[in-house]
T-cell receptor
Framework: DAGITQSPRHKVTETGTPVTLRCHQT?????MYWYRQDPGHGLRLIHY???????DKGEVSDGYSVSRSKTEDFLLTLESATSSQTSVYFC???????????FGDGTRLSIL | AQKITQTQPGMFVQEKEAVTLDCTYD???????LFWYKQPSSGEMIFLIY??????QNATEGRYSLNFQKARKSANLVISASQLGDSAMYFC?????????????FGDGTTLTVKP
């Protein structure tokens, strides 16, 4: 495996609560990404990072924020969770823009 | 904007036969990479094969090959000698290399079922 750990792996929470998902890598890769996967869809990019404190929005960023204060950690925060954010969330890393992304095992998030 | 189209929601193949999974893409960039990933029922995303836009030869990795036709903007995955363990969801993805930190666009996937 590419040295990516997502935590928690499963979480159930209530609408309106804040939620933070963590992605931790031991590969020292520059690029990190957060995706969500929903039934009938491929992976959709939420936010990405191209270095410490360098982040940008993906195609489905509304309702999400991210932070990257260290190379190894990329945090995804749902400030006030909604049921539409129930999904499987994947973190991915890559050393350069033209090499494959390697994925964590995913976090299954349920918002009731 | 990037777009990936996988037109086959589901495919069936007999064990030991070859199968082709279709992928077409749209981009205005000249420099990009094309990737295929496998997602078994256990849920992890497994990288299979990569093709760069400037690569003149089709990529191969064991039983996987990528049929790259640049003018047609297609990047089909060919799996030879299918095995029962190949049953999974397969995603085609594209990264634009020189812009936007190489963020990827994924297709909606093809579910492959290998019959014994």
């Amino acid at each position: 495996d590419a040295g990516i750990t997502q935590s928690p792996r499963h979480k159930v929470t209530e609408t309106g609560t804040p939620v933070t998902l963590r992605c931790h890598q031991t590969e020292n890769h520059r690029y990190m990404y957060w995706y969500r996967q929903d039934p009938g869809h491929g992976l959709r990019l939420i936010h990405y990072s191209y270095g410490v404190k360098d982040t940008d929005k993906g195609e489905v960023s509304d309702g999400y924020s991210v932070s990257r204060s260290k190379t190894e950690d990329f945090l995804l925060t749902l400030e006030s969770a909604t049921s539409s954010q129930t999904s499987v969330y994947f973190c991915a890393i890559s050393p350069t823009m033209d090499q494959p992304q390697h994925f964590g095992d995913g976090t299954r998030l349920s918002i009731l | 904007a990037q777009k990936i189209t996988q037109t086959q929601p589901g495919m069936f193949v007999q064990e030991k036969e070859a199968v082709t999974l279709d992928c077409t893409y749209d981009t205005s960039d000249q420099s990009y990479g094309l990737f295929w990933y496998k997602q078994p029922s256990s849920g992890e995303m497994i990288f299979l094969i990569y093709q760069g836009s400037y690569d003149e030869q089709n990529a191969t990795e064991g039983r996987y090959s990528l049929n790259f036709q640049k003018a047609r903007k297609s990047a089909n995955l060919v799996i030879s000698a299918s095995q029962l363990g190949d049953s999974a969801m397969y995603f085609c993805a594209m990264r634009e290399v020189n812009t936007n930190a190489g963020k990827s666009t994924f297709g909606d996937g093809t579910t492959l079922t290998v019959k014994p």
